[in-house]
Structures are given as structure tokens and as C-alpha cells.
């Protein structure tokens, strides 16, 4: 299964892990992904969203998510 956040495509960023020489290594950052329950066309579905996207559906009172 994929790091891809099911509302807003975020996905895993890459870059450079540097150390006190300032050698550089690669590393990834992932992205903070729940599982959640959600009502997607009529149907209760568990799907992998973001943690920034769920506080944003949160706020905006969204009625599909049972978390």
C-alpha cells in the first residue's frame, strides 16, 4: 500500500540527511497517514488520510468521518 493521503495525494518527501561534517545521505519524510472510517458514496470504507487532512475535515464539521 502506497504513503499517498486518500483526500489530498500528500506522499512522502525526500532530501538530505546531513550530519555534523555535512555529509550528505538521503532520507525520506513520510507523511502522517490514519486510518479512518469513512462514508464514501453510501458505502463505510476505511481509508488512509493525513493527519493535517483529517483536523481539516474535523473543523469543517465534515458528517463522513467516524473517528
Request: charged share 25%; with cysteine; hydrophobic share 35%.
Amino acid at each position: 500500500m502506497s504513503r499517498v493521503c486518500a483526500v489530498s495525494g500528500k506522499k512522502a518527501l525526500t532530501g538530505n540527511r546531513r550530519s555534523h561534517s555535512l555529509r550528505a545521505t538521503r532520507r525520506r519524510w513520510n507523511v502522517n497517514l490514519q486510518k479512518v472510517h469513512m462514508v464514501i458514496d453510501g458505502k463505510p470504507q476505511t481509508v488512509r488520510v493525513s493527519a493535517r487532512a483529517l483536523k481539516t475535515l474535523k473543523s469543517k464539521n465534515a458528517k463522513a468521518v467516524n473517528a
